[in-house]
């Protein structure tokens, strides 16, 4: 059932109320000001530009299922994305070369301004490895999100980790990139040292986010599992509409 099957859990669920702030629209999308205020409504930044790189994954090869709800899934996401002034760049079906170019290209473009706010949005299948030095704590574990290229690791471990994005990987780019806030969203399953770093919502987020922040939202863990129909989406979209 899990390979049928997205699987989730909220971790950090409202964040992204805060990272999400309605402006008004610029012809340019991207280039949209927006005001940053702490609790007092005082303001104390800016920020210059909104990017979003939106990836999903739907289409794989023998060892991995269809996932048909992700290419509605990630089109919403961007048409929402787009309407409060985002600048979106939706990637479909990437192999591992072209998910790996596609998110150094997207750095480099908009990642090292910092006053820009990034969001990257995956949606596709997870996967689990418990390592050999490990304990049975899945927070010291290894996630990876799936490229439409990915092989099974049950045939060969060593490729799979050639042809799927870790989370460790993940944390190095949220290192590399200098602008203000980030926020990395998964709606895949996974476990992994790197969604144990933060385990509840600080009293002060909205102080917080006028400061460099990076903050991860995943919807799955390793052992829960949804249908294919995101749930999460749908209340990821209806948050970032004001709800």
């Known amino acids: 059932t899990m390979l049928k099957n997205r699987t989730f859990i909220f971790l950090i669920a409202f964040l992204l109320a805060d990272f999400i702030v309605s402006p008004a629209i610029a012809q340019e999308r991207g280039i949209v000001p927006v005001l940053i205020k702490d609790k007092s409504g005082n303001q104390v930044g800016l920020y210059k530009g909104s990017y979003a790189l939106v990836i ?10 269809t996932l048909r709800g992700v290419r509605d ?3 919403v996401v961007s048409e929402t994305l ?12 990437p192999n591992y070369a072209e998910l790996i170019s596609k ?32 304990s049975n704590d899945p927070e010291e574990w290894m996630g ?13 471990h060593a ?7 870790s989370m460790q990987r993940i944390e190095e780019l949220a290192l590399k990139i ?22 509840a919502i600080p009293g002060d987020i909205k102080e917080r986010t006028a400061k460099h922040v990076r903050q991860f939202i995943t919807s799955g863990s390793a052992d829960e599992t949804v249908p294919d129909v995101s749930i999460f989406r749908r209340q990821f979209v209806s948050a970032i509409d004001g709800e």
């Not at 999903?56 to 299922?65: D, H, R, T």
């Not at 709606?187 to 385990?199: E, Q």
């Open 159 to 165: 490729e799979f980790v050639d042809i799927a994005l």
């Open 56 to 65: 999903g994954v739907s289409n794989y090869g023998e060892y991995w299922p």
């Open 82 to 93: 787009n309407s409060q002034g985002f600048k979106v760049l939706l990637v479909e079906n």
């Open 103 to 134: 998110m150094n290209t997207f750095i480099r473009d908009y990642g090292f301004d910092p006053q820009n706010r990034l969001l990257f949005y995956f949606a596709g299948h997870g996967y689990t490895h418990k390592p050999s030095y490990a």
């Open 144 to 156: 990876y999100f799936l490229a439409s290229n990915s092989p099974d690791p049950k045939y060969s």
């Open 178 to 199: 200098e602008s203000k806030h980030v926020l990395f969203v998964f709606d895949s399953c996974f476990s992994g040292s790197i969604f144990s770093m933060v385990r």
């Open 73 to 75: 899934d990630v089109r």
